[in-house]
Each structure stands twice: as C-alpha cells, then as structure tokens.
C-alpha cells in the first residue's frame, strides 16, 4: 500500500469537510509527491515552466491525465505548450472577441450558468439546436474553437477560482449538460470535424477539467452517435458520463441546486434575457 504524503491542505480552503480526491494537492502518496517535483524541475530546467501559469495544481492535471507516469505527462505537458504557441493562446486571452455571441447562441447554444452542488461550474451546451446553415453564415468553425479555448482559459483564471472561494474548497473541473433535444445525425455530421477538434482540445489541452457529464434526450439513432464520439475519449472520461432519454430531472437535481438549474431542463432559475447570455456565477459580481 503507497505511503500518504503530510502534505498541507490547498491554500484558501475554509470548508472543514473538504477532502481533496487523490492525486490533488493535499492527497498525494509519497511516491506521487516525488513524481510532482521531478515533473517540476525537469519542466523548469528544460526551460518550459511558467511561473504564472504553471502551479502545483495544473502539473497535476497532467500528471493524473497519464496516470503519473513521468514521461509521458512530461510528453503531454510539451506538446501542448507547442500547441498554445501554434493556435495563438496568449493573444486569444489578449483580444479575442466574440462579437457574434447572442447570433450564435440562436442557433447553438453553449454556455457557463451558476455552479453545482459541488461549486463547479455548470456548462450547458445544446447541440440539439443547431443549425448548420444559420450558424456558418455568421461565424467560422475557426472562431468556434477560438471561443472554445477562450472560455476554457477563463475557467482557469476566474471561474474556477471564483468558485473556489465561494464554496471554501478547490474547484478543479465543470459539470456538464449535453442537450440531444432534436439533434439531427446529418446535422452532427456537418459539424463532426469541429466536435472532433473540440473534444481533441478539452481531453489533451486542458486535462482533468471534467466532474459530472451528462447526457440528455439521447435519440434513436444516438448510440450510431456514441460510437463516433467514444473513442476519442479514454476511458477515465467515458466513466463520468451518464446519458439519460426524456426523463431525467430528478438525476440532476441531485447534483445541480434547483435554483441554478434553467427550468428547462426541470430546475427554478430564469434569468433576465436568458439563461444561456446571463453569464451567472460566482466569477460575475453583478449577477450575485
């Protein structure tokens, strides 16, 4: 049986109950530990460490991702340093500006709304509303992703430390809502290569950011679906999702406060213009 570290618990967190998971900060085995500052100084002595961006916490992330094996979180790690540096990252977070946000939410619908029992922050994404045709008239599949990373960027920098504090212990990952209401297989495979560098994005850029995930109104034809989509994901990510037909608002209330949760998908929360343009949360003063 591996050694427990006596690491100290994550600075900020005031809940007494908390207890972080394994492999957090605060439940590391000794071996894990001595593999958390291997990572580190090698990354620092190869000259790939950033300071601001690179805490304890996300070389974790990685590490978790590949199951704490050096090497390859260290492979994972490069690469995907390489990667921000291709797709532009650092100016994304500078300037981007997503102009087109309440045309696109017409037509597809995704957005970050409140938090879940466990003061993560709840994702909402509708994949059931789509219009192919509307949406490509008035964005690109490029501003897509750049949108996709942008928000992903914002969740490490103010949604999940928002939440953090609000609710007195690390929040490290969202809880998602995939809506199939109505989805169409022609449409999705319009979009398939989109999802496909989406999901590629999620699951390699940004490691460990998913708690829950639920899937909701599966149609027929869905597991045709789901077997597209599944193999891109390994298996520690397939085990978080549940996917539910037309009944399932009982199961999310379990998980999402009733108030946070949009009354359409069986909760209390309608908020002024829309749920999905409201940007509610912990991380938005003004919707407190």
């Known amino acids: 049986m591996a050694s427990q570290t006596t690491a100290a618990v994550p600075e900020g967190v005031t809940d007494p109950n908390y207890k972080p998971l394994p492999g957090r900060l605060g439940n590391l085995t000794a071996e894990q530990q001595e593999t958390l500052t291997k990572f580190k100084k090698e ?13 304890d916490a996300l070389l974790l992330r990685f590490l978790r991702a590949r199951k704490f094996d050096l090497i390859k979180a260290k492979e994972m790690f490069v690469d995907c340093e390489k990667w921000r540096k ?23 619908p995704q957005y970050y709304h409140k938090t879940d029992k466990d003061g993560r922050p709840l994702y909402i994404e509708r994949l059931g509303q789509l219009n192919v045709s509307e949406l490509y008239k008035i964005t690109t599949p490029e501003r897509l992703l750049q949108r996709l990373v942008y928000e992903y960027e914002k969740n490490n920098r103010e949604r999940m430390p928002a939440c953090s504090k609000a609710i007195g212990h690390t929040v490290e990952t969202s809880c998602t809502i995939l809506d199939l209401k109505g989805v ?5 495979y319009k979009v398939k290569n989109y999802i496909m560098e989406a999901s590629s994005i999620g699951q390699n850029r ?16 869905f597991k045709q679906i789901w077997g597209f989509i599944k193999p891109w994901l390994d298996e520690v990510t397939v085990s978080k999702i549940e996917i539910y037909d037309s009944v399932y608002a009982d199961e999310l209330l379990k998980q999402i406060p009733a108030e946070n949760l949009p009354k359409d998908f069986g909760g209390k929360c ?17 919707t407190q």
């Not at 291709?86 to 597809?108: H, L, N, P, Q, T």
């Not at 169409?184 to 999705?188: L, R, V, Y």
């Not at 940004?206 to 034809?221: R, T, V």
């Open 43 to 55: 990354l620092q002595d190869e000259g790939h460490f950033v300071p601001e961006r690179h805490d």
């Open 270 to 286: 309608s908020c002024a213009g829309g749920c999905s343009l409201s940007d509610a949360g912990p991380w938005n003063p003004a």
């Open 184 to 188: 169409g297989i022609t449409a999705f």
């Open 206 to 221: 940004y490691p460990e950011s998913m708690g829950k995930f639920y899937i909701l109104n599966s149609p027929w034809g």
């Open 86 to 108: 291709d797709f532009g990252v650092d100016e994304i977070i500078k300037s981007f500006d997503f102009k087109e946000k309440a045309a696109v939410d017409k037509y597809y």
